[in-house]
């Protein structure tokens, strides 16, 4: 079993950055695909990036591609969503999670979440 916290979040003019931290407790950690997703005020939970448990494979939402970046550091038991010219439509709760089985773009198929940290892009 692994718990994951977020953090990083905060408010950011358009154009702006931030990068969020997602820890994971746990001696396996490495051994967890991970996934970033979010979720805005009145939609529908949404897929951003995935990272393989060795980090070999890292796939984005087309809406996040070439604007956000993932890495995982196993020495710290984390995972890295590095967001670059943010946009007022980034806006949202974002969660990371965990799976053991493969990759997947799905929420539902993740086994562990952490509570989210809040992002806020202004105009």
């Known amino acids: 079993q692994v718990q994951l916290v977020e953090s990083g979040g905060g408010l950011v003019q358009a154009g702006g950055s931030l990068r969020l931290s997602c820890a994971a407790s746990?001696?396996?950690?490495?051994?967890?695909?991970m996934g970033w997703f979010r979720q805005a005020p009145g939609k529908e939970r949404e897929f951003v990036a995935y990272?393989?448990?060795?980090?070999?494979?890292?796939y984005y939402a087309d809406s996040v591609k070439g604007r956000f970046t993932l890495s995982r550091d196993y020495a710290k038991n984390t995972v890295y969503l590095q967001m670059n010219s943010l946009k007022p439509e980034d806006t949202a709760l974002y969660y990371c999670?965990?799976?053991?089985?493969?990759?997947?773009?799905?929420?539902?198929?993740?086994?562990?979440w952490g509570q989210g940290t809040q992002v806020t892009v202004s105009s």
């Open positions: 746990g001696r396996t950690f490495s051994s967890y695909n």
């Open positions: 999670a965990a799976r053991t089985s493969g990759w997947s773009t799905s929420g539902d198929e993740y086994d562990y």
């Open positions: 990272i393989s448990w060795n980090g070999a494979i890292m």
